[in-house]
């Protein structure tokens, strides 16, 4: 590693006698340049502007040539041609004009983008900001990627054309010959009509896909409801786990504080949870996050595998532990709540169920199923969960974690959030849930500075969005349940699958949508099994698929229609943090190529199928924004008119009652606010969950409980191997949201995909920063750079999730990309069905 | 002299490099080149005893720069043609592209890296302050970037009365070059010299 660069004495300063150019072959010689300056002179800026334009259209041009490229085979990968000009921008340029708009990507702060537009080109993207730093203002900045997004327009992995698999390929070979849009329309209506007709509805799958988020950005669903409907799933990529159990703790009222609720704490514990990477944007976690650290008083604790980058400057924040082993942390310091009498009893005999024997039900007492007799050694593992137990799995100190149980149980108010790291995990569901015990056990629910211990709350301006109309078909099956249902759709069972609303599937999918998503591949679980699954086109039959750029899950389709960005369009946007927005975009320029708007693409597709009337209802896309728009309005009326809207761009709003607290009208009054659970309370045992436990199947290493219990994960740190020595995990990464912007060469340039592992790993493997290593497991190899760092904790090393899988399918299957998803394992988490993605153990090897 | 400077606050910031890119935007820098770089700095270790238990003494954090527009510009010292010059109205420190021979005397001579020479171009390449921006009264695109308000600029006086000049590793004694920049340190922050530390982002800073 490079020692402090900066603190290298400067070479003193060199009395100039007529320098040497350093490589003459390239510069103008002195002489030349002092007697004609005029040679290397600025140019006037409109021959500068001038130059800038031509050398993006070059770009575009490049990017044009992707049908051609695809032929020859290298849809990805290609150079990246210089789009920016090689002299500066000119500036307060007459020609110039303001189009507001915004990002669109699930971030989720959609945050303002201020697009220069000249000639039909963007040139420059800033965003709504207002000149101070106070940091109470609303002000909604995009991060780097946003202000990035010239790079990604004008990206040359771009999709132009309407595109088909190329004859005598296989999908994932990712070869496509450039097709007219009506061949496109007529391959996609045709082979829709086929599907149905042949297997039913229930074959037809519209895949999770989060690459577009505005209030008309997704019609699939309402297109092949009138149709008839398809397959649903339920549950996301990002919360599987913690969004099923969720309803078992609270019901229905599960929205969390907002962060600034925390402003009023004494202590906050955060666990798996790094709110300034996950929301970057100015009025999101990132700012949400800093400006609440400034203010509370209240001492921080980010219980984490790894030193993120919320804790940068404030390390004193970071309370290490193993990954995967929260449950165990947070079992241990209820023991240790118990045991000194720091628990709220009044707390959880009023308002819960199920945290001593006294407060189980009917159907549960007598057998020591309490969450007390767990904690305390008397339940159905008769293992007291002492700190001393929890210290060699969570590799916390036993007197730390005294310590620590002693300030929980002794200062309030205490706000405990936890993210969705410590959820995405085998032991997900049951983390989660163990979480909110924290505030459960010391009565810190609904009272100002707490929270209910789950993902922070927001307060967000809701509009209203084109509306799906309603799926004709029930069934579901979870929302990582795609391969499996294409690979042996009728063997899954709702006993063992997770199949909701049918017993069992009637047929496998064999028609997959994939709009703005990269979860065929990219973002799912085992990449090379599913490659092999998505590859033989007896088993899905048809894929369409609908992008900007030409990600790895678009390799996987059968038809290609090339979209338009949100930016690109007229579009509409509301969300919010602490503090709500809304963006009202309007258009920069035309559609360019053969692109056409998702919205646009659908209403051809339902014109083939014969249902365009019923599809668009007699509106276009702005038909649409205008009238929802106004259907918003007419329920509060406090929004702008849609023309003020877009004139400003972007309209904030501060919650009026300063910030939310979860479950504060329960606290108030618990019987008139009885919870949606099944005991109308908190359950801390579920009895819901435990007859669902009884009535289905689990794996015989799944162990499932009806309390909040800590189990060992399958791939994890006290599971590890001998080949496997290492535990393998991932979080997001500044330069992506999840996979979008991972083609952008300007952003991977200064976001290097990097595999952290700390010294005590590094030194035995004879690695340094810099080395390029090999992740090896059982389901794949990937390959990128190490980052030698005291960040993360000795035995699990962690990369950024997202990254693209670049591997040779044909050949080593080794991705060169740097995704870990190549390493994760597809077997579901036991109740959600969700991807574990953050449970693995791999090997690590020093290449060359 | 310098009227103005930069005020970073090392206690909001987080790395996100939303600064970089702003400035990369708005001068249209392809690949390689960077007008501002945001260091991490980490130090200390996380190991793991013999029955299991963690611990660390680990810390890090970043500082943001770009250029510090210094009073005593060894840049402008060292450059043979007089390109790098202080604009005379804003005091901002500029290169004169129609009189850089591209020598590379600035940047090697700058403590901070702010000079770079782009062959392409011919000349040399730095932050400019936004100097047009600032003529036009408005702050430079990286100031309006931040999403956690962490950077500043405005006149030294205003900035003297917010925050210290920088002096902080891993940049140089704040005496070499009189930086016009002023911040206020986080927790973490170490003094200039700290040797038990090292820059931990190599490959993020151009």
């Not at chain 2, 902080?168 to 003094?191: G, V």
């Given at each position: 590693?490079?020692?402090?660069?900066?603190?290298?004495?400067?070479?003193?300063?060199?009395?100039?006698?007529?320098?040497?150019?350093?490589?003459?072959?390239?510069?103008?010689?002195?002489?030349?340049?002092?007697?004609?300056?005029?040679?290397?002179?600025?140019?006037?800026?409109?021959?500068?502007?001038?130059?800038?334009?031509?050398?993006?259209?070059?770009?575009?041009?490049?990017?044009?040539?992707?049908?051609?490229?695809?032929?020859?085979?290298?849809?990805?990968?290609?150079?990246?041609?210089?789009?920016?000009?090689?002299?500066?921008?000119?500036?307060?340029?007459?020609?110039?004009?303001?189009?507001?708009?915004?990002?669109?990507?699930?971030?989720?702060?959609?945050?303002?983008?201020?697009?220069?537009?000249?000639?039909?080109?963007?040139?420059?993207?800033?965003?709504?900001?207002?000149?101070?730093?106070?940091?109470?203002?609303?002000?909604?900045?995009?991060?780097?990627?946003?202000?990035?997004?010239?790079?990604?327009?004008?990206?040359?992995?771009?999709?132009?054309?309407?595109?088909?698999?190329?004859?005598?390929?296989?999908?994932?070979?990712?070869?496509?010959?450039?097709?007219?849009?009506?061949?496109?329309?007529?391959?996609?209506?045709?082979?829709?009509?086929?599907?149905?007709?042949?297997?039913?509805?229930?074959?037809?799958?519209?895949?999770?896909?989060?690459?577009?988020?505005?209030?008309?950005?997704?019609?699939?669903?309402?297109?092949?409801?009138?149709?008839?409907?398809?397959?649903?799933?339920?549950?996301?990529?990002?919360?599987?786990?913690?969004?099923?159990?969720?309803?078992?703790?609270?019901?229905?009222?599960?929205?969390?504080?907002?962060?600034?609720?925390?402003?009023?704490?004494?202590?906050?514990?955060?666990?798996?949870?790094?709110p300034c990477e996950t929301r970057q944007g100015g009025a999101v976690s990132n700012h949400d996050y800093v400006a609440m650290r400034e203010k509370t008083k209240g001492k921080i604790y980010l219980i984490d595998y790894?030193?993120?980058?919320?804790?940068?400057?404030?390390?004193?924040?970071?309370?290490?532990?193993?990954?995967?082993?929260?449950?165990?942390?947070?079992?241990?310091?209820?023991?240790?709540?118990?045991?000194?009498?720091?628990?709220?009893?009044?707390?959880?005999?009023?308002?819960?169920?199920?945290?001593?024997?006294?407060?189980?039900?009917?159907?549960?007492?007598?057998?020591?199923?309490?969450?007390?007799?767990?904690?305390?050694?008397?339940?159905?593992?008769?293992?007291?969960?002492?700190?001393?137990?929890?210290?060699?799995?969570?590799?916390?100190?036993?007197?730390?974690?005294?310590?620590?149980?002693?300030?929980?149980?002794?200062?309030?108010?205490?706000?405990?959030?936890?993210?969705?790291?410590?959820?995405?995990?085998?032991?997900?569901?049951?983390?989660?849930?163990?979480?909110?015990?924290?505030?459960?056990?010391?009565?810190?629910?609904?009272?100002?500075?707490?929270?209910?211990?789950?993902?922070?709350?927001?307060?967000?301006?809701?509009?209203?969005?084109?509306?799906?109309?309603?799926?004709?078909?029930?069934?579901?099956?979870?929302?990582?349940?795609?391969?499996?249902?294409?690979?042996?759709?009728?063997?899954?069972?709702?006993?063992?699958?997770?199949?909701?609303?049918?017993?069992?599937?009637?047929?496998?999918?064999?028609?997959?949508?994939?709009?703005?998503?990269?979860?065929?591949?990219?973002?799912?679980?085992?990449?090379?099994?599913?490659?092999?699954?998505?590859?033989?086109?007896?088993?899905?039959?048809?894929?369409?698929?609908?992008?900007?750029?030409?990600?790895?899950?678009?390799?996987?389709?059968?038809?290609?229609?090339?979209?338009?960005?949100?930016?690109?369009?007229?579009?509409?946007?509301?969300?919010?943090?602490?503090?709500?927005?809304?963006?009202?975009?309007?258009?920069?320029?035309?559609?360019?190529?053969?692109?056409?708007?998702?919205?646009?693409?659908?209403?051809?597709?339902?014109?083939?199928?014969?249902?365009?009337?019923?599809?668009?209802?007699?509106?276009?896309?702005?038909?649409?924004?205008?009238?929802?728009?106004?259907?918003?309005?007419s329920k509060d009326a406090s929004l702008p008119t849609l023309e003020t809207a877009r004139e400003k761009g972007v309209f904030t709003r501060k919650n009026p009652k300063g910030c939310n607290i979860a479950l504060e009208a329960y606290r108030k009054d618990p019987v008139e606010n009885a919870l949606t659970t099944q005991s109308g309370k908190i359950d801390i045992y579920s009895e819901k969950l435990a007859e669902y436990i009884a009535a289905h199947e689990f794996l015989p290493d799944d162990k499932v409980t009806a309390i909040p219990t800590y189990v060992p994960e399958w791939y994890g740190v006290e599971t590890t191997t001998g080949q496997f020595p290492l535990a393998l995990s991932g979080f997001h990464y500044r330069s992506r949201t999840h996979s979008s912007w991972g083609g952008v060469a300007w952003l991977k340039e200064l976001n290097p995909q990097e595999l952290w592992i700390n010294k005590a790993d590094a030194e035995p493997r004879g690695i340094i920063s810099g080395d390029t290593v090999r992740v090896s497991n059982q389901f794949g190899v990937m390959e990128l750079l190490a980052r030698v760092t005291p960040r993360i904790v000795p035995g699990t090393v962690a990369t950024s999730q997202g990254a693209w899988h670049d591997a040779d399918m044909s050949g080593d299957r080794i991705d060169r990309g740097g995704n870990y998803n190549t390493l994760a394992t597809h077997r579901p988490s036991p109740f959600a069905k969700g991807n574990a993605q953050h449970t693995n153990i791999c090997q690590v090897e020093k290449l060359g | 002299m310098s009227i103005y400077g930069f005020y970073f606050d090392g206690t909001r910031c987080t790395a996100c490099k939303t600064c970089v890119y702003a400035c990369k935007d708005k001068n249209d820098l392809n690949l390689g080149f960077a007008y501002r770089r945001v260091f991490e700095y980490t130090g200390g270790d996380t190991t793991r005893d013999g029955a299991g238990a963690i611990s660390s003494d680990c810390f890090t954090y970043s500082v943001s720069v770009s250029c510090n527009h210094c009073d005593n510009a060894v840049c402008i010292e060292v450059c043979p043609t007089a390109a790098m010059h202080r604009d005379p109205q804003t005091g901002l420190i500029c290169v004169d592209s129609s009189v850089c021979i591209g020598c590379g005397y600035c940047a090697l001579s700058c403590p901070y890296r702010a000079p770079k020479v782009d062959r392409a171009k011919g000349h040399s390449v730095k932050c400019d302050g936004c100097n047009d921006l600032i003529k036009d009264d408005k702050a430079p695109v990286c100031i309006l970037a931040c999403p956690t308000r962490a950077l500043g600029f405005g006149k030294i006086s205003e900035l003297q009365a917010k925050g210290e000049q920088v002096n902080i590793a891993p940049l140089p004694e704040k005496d070499y070059t009189l930086p016009n920049m002023y911040i206020k340190p986080s927790k973490d922050a170490r003094p200039v010299g700290t040797d038990n530390a090292f820059i931990a982002n190599p490959l993020e800073v151009l």
């Amino acid at each position: 590693m490079e020692k402090p660069i900066l603190e290298t004495p400067p070479t003193p300063p060199t009395p100039p006698e007529p320098p040497t150019p350093p490589t003459p072959q390239d510069l103008p010689t002195p002489t030349t340049q002092a007697t004609a300056p005029t040679q290397n002179a600025a140019p006037t800026q409109a021959s500068d502007a001038k130059e800038g334009m031509l050398s993006r259209r070059t770009v575009l041009k490049a990017g044009g040539a992707l049908g051609a490229l695809a032929l020859a085979g290298g849809v990805c990968g290609g150079v990246l041609p210089r789009f920016f000009s090689t002299t500066p921008t000119a500036v307060a340029d007459p020609e110039e004009k303001i189009v507001w708009n915004h990002c669109a990507i699930n971030c989720p702060g959609r945050c303002s983008l201020k697009l220069h537009v000249k000639d039909d080109e963007i040139v420059q993207v800033e965003t709504y900001a207002i000149n101070d730093d106070d940091i109470d203002s609303v002000q909604p900045r995009a991060c780097l990627r946003g202000r990035s997004y010239r790079a990604w327009v004008y990206d040359p992995n771009r999709i132009n054309y309407p595109l088909k698999r190329a004859e005598g390929t296989k999908r994932g070979e990712g070869k496509f010959t450039q097709i007219s849009w009506d061949e496109a329309i007529e391959l996609v209506s045709s082979n829709l009509k086929r599907v149905i007709s042949t297997y039913g509805n229930e074959s037809v799958y519209i895949n999770y896909a989060t690459g577009v988020s505005a209030t008309t950005g997704r019609t699939w669903p309402r297109l092949i409801n009138i149709l008839g409907g398809y397959l649903g799933y339920y549950g996301t990529y990002s919360t599987a786990e913690i969004n099923w159990i969720t309803p078992y703790i609270y019901g229905n009222s599960s929205a969390g504080s907002t962060i600034n609720a925390a402003n009023e704490a004494a202590l906050i514990l955060i666990f798996g949870s790094s709110p300034c990477e996950t929301r970057q944007g100015g009025a999101v976690s990132n700012h949400d996050y800093v400006a609440m650290r400034e203010k509370t008083k209240g001492k921080i604790y980010l219980i984490d595998y790894r030193h993120s980058d919320s804790m940068i400057g404030h390390s004193d924040t970071w309370l290490p532990i193993n990954p995967g082993t929260d449950a165990a942390l947070v079992s241990a310091l209820a023991y240790e709540l118990i045991n000194t009498n720091l628990v709220d009893l009044d707390f959880l005999h009023t308002y819960c169920q199920g945290f001593d024997e006294e407060s189980m039900p009917e159907s549960a007492k007598g057998r020591n199923l309490s969450y007390k007799d767990y904690i305390m050694g008397t339940g159905y593992d008769r293992i007291a969960k002492t700190p001393q137990w929890a210290e060699p799995i969570t590799g916390i100190p036993a007197g730390r974690i005294k310590e620590l149980a002693r300030e929980i149980g002794t200062t309030k108010p205490l706000f405990v959030l936890q993210g969705w790291g410590s959820q995405r995990r085998s032991n997900g569901e049951l983390t989660a849930w163990s979480i909110c015990m924290l505030p459960l056990l010391t009565g810190q629910i609904g009272l100002p500075g707490t929270n209910n211990g789950l993902r922070e709350g927001s307060y967000a301006i809701n509009l209203d969005s084109i509306p799906a109309g309603d799926n004709p078909v029930k069934t579901q099956i979870s929302v990582f349940s795609m391969a499996d249902a294409i690979d042996r759709g009728p063997e899954m069972t709702e006993k063992r699958d997770g199949v909701k609303n049918a017993e069992r599937l009637k047929t496998g999918i064999k028609f997959v949508v994939n709009y703005a998503g990269n979860c065929i591949t990219n973002q799912n679980s085992d990449i090379n099994w599913v490659h092999d699954i998505m590859a033989d086109d007896t088993k899905c039959e048809f894929v369409v698929g609908s992008d900007i750029v030409m990600c790895d899950s678009m390799k996987y389709c059968d038809v290609i229609l090339p979209d338009i960005f949100r930016l690109e369009q007229e579009s509409m946007i509301g969300t919010g943090g602490d503090a709500a927005y809304m963006i009202a975009g309007s258009r920069p320029y035309g559609p360019k190529y053969e692109r056409k708007s998702a919205y646009e693409a659908i209403t051809l597709v339902a014109r083939a199928m014969g249902v365009e009337k019923d599809f668009t209802d007699g509106k276009t896309e702005a038909d649409w924004i205008k009238s929802l728009y106004e259907t918003t309005r007419s329920k509060d009326a406090s929004l702008p008119t849609l023309e003020t809207a877009r004139e400003k761009g972007v309209f904030t709003r501060k919650n009026p009652k300063g910030c939310n607290i979860a479950l504060e009208a329960y606290r108030k009054d618990p019987v008139e606010n009885a919870l949606t659970t099944q005991s109308g309370k908190i359950d801390i045992y579920s009895e819901k969950l435990a007859e669902y436990i009884a009535a289905h199947e689990f794996l015989p290493d799944d162990k499932v409980t009806a309390i909040p219990t800590y189990v060992p994960e399958w791939y994890g740190v006290e599971t590890t191997t001998g080949q496997f020595p290492l535990a393998l995990s991932g979080f997001h990464y500044r330069s992506r949201t999840h996979s979008s912007w991972g083609g952008v060469a300007w952003l991977k340039e200064l976001n290097p995909q990097e595999l952290w592992i700390n010294k005590a790993d590094a030194e035995p493997r004879g690695i340094i920063s810099g080395d390029t290593v090999r992740v090896s497991n059982q389901f794949g190899v990937m390959e990128l750079l190490a980052r030698v760092t005291p960040r993360i904790v000795p035995g699990t090393v962690a990369t950024s999730q997202g990254a693209w899988h670049d591997a040779d399918m044909s050949g080593d299957r080794i991705d060169r990309g740097g995704n870990y998803n190549t390493l994760a394992t597809h077997r579901p988490s036991p109740f959600a069905k969700g991807n574990a993605q953050h449970t693995n153990i791999c090997q690590v090897e020093k290449l060359g | 002299m310098s009227i103005y400077g930069f005020y970073f606050d090392g206690t909001r910031c987080t790395a996100c490099k939303t600064c970089v890119y702003a400035c990369k935007d708005k001068n249209d820098l392809n690949l390689g080149f960077a007008y501002r770089r945001v260091f991490e700095y980490t130090g200390g270790d996380t190991t793991r005893d013999g029955a299991g238990a963690i611990s660390s003494d680990c810390f890090t954090y970043s500082v943001s720069v770009s250029c510090n527009h210094c009073d005593n510009a060894v840049c402008i010292e060292v450059c043979p043609t007089a390109a790098m010059h202080r604009d005379p109205q804003t005091g901002l420190i500029c290169v004169d592209s129609s009189v850089c021979i591209g020598c590379g005397y600035c940047a090697l001579s700058c403590p901070y890296r702010a000079p770079k020479v782009d062959r392409a171009k011919g000349h040399s390449v730095k932050c400019d302050g936004c100097n047009d921006l600032i003529k036009d009264d408005k702050a430079p695109v990286c100031i309006l970037a931040c999403p956690t308000r962490a950077l500043g600029f405005g006149k030294i006086s205003e900035l003297q009365a917010k925050g210290e000049q920088v002096n902080i590793a891993p940049l140089p004694e704040k005496d070499y070059t009189l930086p016009n920049m002023y911040i206020k340190p986080s927790k973490d922050a170490r003094p200039v010299g700290t040797d038990n530390a090292f820059i931990a982002n190599p490959l993020e800073v151009l």
